[in-house]
């Protein structure tokens, strides 16, 4: 009963290096989503997807892409880095109308030098 | 723009004590408000959550008041404990999208 796993759980990397945080889900929940909280901020939604194939942007959307290839699994890249994206990302999935909270994963604390 | 304003930004009680975290919100399309917990080193769980149509919504020592027309909603805990301690944050969404909002959060310290 794993719920939603999201790998790594920590990375730091340099500026202008690229990556994918992975993010699988065992609920067979339809929608999913990226988080990146920072202190005094919140969560702040960057991406999400209704379904398999589909993604859209977030609020802070910038400098990340998605991809939704299974619906168990949902992708989020950092093409260049910068130190402005260093921050803890969450991702989360959730199923209405039969359930309309989130299932959290534990976060990926990312720091860019 | 924060579509969703949460205050205080830390919160100390003493055991046994009632702690409250307000939030508010300015879009009337809203029509879900969850409650998150979150501690260090975890994923927020969603506590209680609550729809425009009630005025109040409690499970166990955790109560949601909500004033549709302040366009307000808060966070009570009765009965404070230590291990309530923690980080919460409000949301708000519309359902049909199912996009949350979170608010800033508030960091609760429950002292012995």
């Known amino acids: 009963n794993a719920g939603v796993t999201q790998t790594p759980k920590f990375r730091v990397l340099k500026t202008g290096q690229s990556m994918t945080l992975l993010c699988a889900q065992d609920m067979n929940h339809e929608y999913m989503y990226w988080y990146r909280q920072d202190p005094g901020m919140g969560l702040r939604l960057i991406h999400y997807?209704?379904?398999?194939?589909?993604?859209a942007k977030g609020e802070v959307p910038d400098g990340y892409n998605v991809s939704r290839l299974k619906k168990q699994n949902f992708l989020l890249g950092l093409e260049s880095a910068a130190p402005s994206q260093t921050s803890v990302y969450f991702c989360?999935?959730?199923?209405?109308?039969?359930?309309?909270?989130?299932?959290f994963g534990s976060g990926t604390r990312l720091t860019v030098v | 723009q924060q579509q969703v304003k949460q205050s205080p930004q830390s919160l100390i009680v003493q055991k046994g004590g009632i702690s409250i975290i307000n939030c508010a919100y300015e879009n009337t399309a809203f029509d879900y408000f969850p409650w998150y917990q979150q501690f260090p080193g975890k994923g927020p769980a969603l506590l209680i959550a609550?729809?425009?149509?009630?005025s109040e919504k409690k499970e166990g020592r955790f109560t949601i008041s909500f004033n549709k027309s302040a366009k307000q909603f808060s966070l009570h805990i009765m009965d404070s404990q230590p291990g309530d301690s923690a980080t919460y944050f409000c949301?708000?969404?519309?359902?049909?999208?199912?996009?949350?909002?979170f608010g800033s959060g508030t960091k609760l310290n429950v002292k012995p």
């Open positions: 609550i729809r425009p149509d009630v």
């Open positions: 949301a708000a969404s519309i359902q049909i999208f199912n996009k949350f909002y």
């Open positions: 989360a999935s959730s199923s209405p109308p039969e359930n309309y909270g989130y299932t």
């Open positions: 997807s209704v379904g398999e194939g589909t993604t």
